[in-house]
């Protein structure tokens, strides 16, 4: 008689759901490379200012733990300079994994089986599509996507977690405790 164990070692469609766990770094090395970065890549900003949440990021780039990240917080604190400039860079100087963002009112179907990483910037902008009379969420559909496939989620959104729970369903929400949140706070750059 076949055994439970023989089962895990002779199902090849049968694998379990591992999620990618990356250290990037040391936190000194890391830090350093996310203030580079930023001065590098928002120029709008005349002088840098380090958030006490960014450290929270550069602490989940030293160690994901698996996890994907949502970064919240008003409009003009860095979360999108961070989301498509900043931890790419760092990605691909330490992985050389080329991450990209989509913004999520422009998302569409999501890039299968393309790279470990469903990457969404300012969730919450993203409306409902209408495909031959079917509604599509976009967004829903890739969080779903990300969870099915074991693939590392990063978010921005502008919405307070009371806006997320009114706008996304349970399944949603559900699925985005995959992630560390980081809620940034402070006084709009663009002041």
């Not at 990037?24 to 958030?51: A, C, N, P």
């Not at 030293?62 to 604190?77: A, P, S």
């Not at 890739?142 to 693939?151: G, L, N, Q, T, W």
Request: net charge positive.
């Amino acid at each position: 008689m076949r055994t439970i164990e023989d089962t895990f070692k002779n199902a090849d469609f049968l694998q379990p759901k591992v999620y990618n766990r990356y250290k990037l770094g040391l936190r000194e090395e890391i830090k350093e490379m996310f203030i580079k970065s930023f001065e590098y890549y928002d120029r709008t900003v005349d002088k840098y200012e380090h958030l006490p949440a960014y450290d929270e990021i550069i602490d989940w780039m030293v160690d994901t733990k698996g996890r994907g990240l949502m970064l919240m917080g008003e409009c003009g604190l860095g979360k999108s300079t961070i989301l498509n400039f900043v931890i790419p860079a760092i990605f691909r100087t330490r992985t050389n994994k080329i991450l990209r963002s989509v913004p999520a009112k422009e998302l569409g179907a999501v890039d299968r089986n393309k790279a470990p990483f469903i990457i969404i910037d300012d969730l919450g902008t993203e409306s409902i599509k209408n495909d031959y009379g079917t509604k599509i969420d976009a967004v829903a559909d890739a969080i779903s996507y990300a969870e099915d496939s074991s693939k590392t989620l990063l978010i921005t959104t502008n919405l307070t977690p009371k806006a997320l729970k009114e706008r996304y369903d349970e399944r949603t929400l559900d699925r985005l405790r995959k992630c560390k949140v980081v809620i940034i706070k402070g006084i709009s750059f663009r002041n």
